[in-house]
């Protein structure tokens, strides 16, 4: 079965550090990008960037470029999402989800059960 | 980037009905359109790629349609487990975007 597990949910302070994995099973995992979602509070899905495992081939949304880092370790079937400092507008839910088919413009199935930020003083 | 649009933002419906959910493009994407369901406290789940093709293990009650700017999702019984929110997705032209949702109440 094609399964991501994501980290914890995680509750920080405004200028905190954060790193949230996404580990990926079932499946050859260099092989299938992996996007990462977010959904702030009551709201929709906003699609942050992608990473391709097998050589850390990287794109970001515009909304989003400068403000995460994705990197992936594909030795431990890993992706990550980053922030340097934290603010209380990224408290969120974060998804990550394989790309469907393999191709780097593509549909997400399966997703990770999603990782809760909270991010407040 | 290329918008798309959603409508209604909500529907109130009861357990049996018909419904046809809206997305529309603000430039055409081909059939390179999918719909997601998300139920609450829930992941999102892939329905429908493609425009009109099922997901593995999605019931035949799901149906899609549309190219070019205007797709739809059409539930053909309402089962009470579909009671949830609906979101487009385009992979037609990068970036791939999302629409804002539309909610499905009973």
């Known amino acids: 079965e094609v399964q991501l597990v994501q980290s914890g949910a995680e509750v920080k302070k405004p200028g905190e550090s954060l790193k949230i994995s996404c580990q990926g099973s079932?499946?050859?995992?260099?092989?299938?990008?992996i996007v990462w979602v977010r959904q702030m509070p009551g709201k929709g899905l906003e699609w942050m960037g992608i990473?391709?495992?097998?050589?850390?081939?990287?794109r970001y949304s515009p909304s989003f470029q400068g403000q995460v880092t994705i990197s992936a370790d594909k030795s431990i079937n890993t992706a990550y999402l980053q922030w340097d400092s934290l603010k209380a507008s990224d408290t969120a839910m974060y998804y990550c989800?394989?790309?469907?088919?393999?191709?780097?413009?593509?549909?997400?199935?399966?997703w990770g059960q999603g990782t809760q930020v909270t991010v407040s003083s | 980037e290329i918008a798309m649009t959603q409508s209604p933002a909500s529907l109130s419906l009861s357990p049996g009905d018909r419904v046809t959910l809206s997305c529309r493009a603000s430039?055409?994407?081909?059939?390179?359109l999918g719909w997601y369901q998300q139920k609450r406290g829930q992941a999102p789940r892939l329905l429908i790629y493609d425009a009109s093709n099922r997901a593995t293990g999605i019931p035949a009650r799901f149906s899609g349609s549309g190219s070019g700017t205007d797709f739809t999702l059409t539930i053909s019984s309402l089962e009470p487990e579909d009671f949830a929110v609906y979101y487009c997705q385009q992979r037609g032209s990068w970036p791939p975007t999302f629409g804002q949702g539309t909610r499905l109440e009973i």
């Open positions: 989800a394989r790309h469907s088919f393999g191709y780097s413009l593509d549909y997400f199935a399966p």
């Open positions: 990473i391709y495992p097998g050589d850390s081939d990287i």
């Open positions: 430039q055409s994407v081909g059939v390179y």
């Open positions: 079932g499946y050859s995992f260099s092989r299938y990008w």
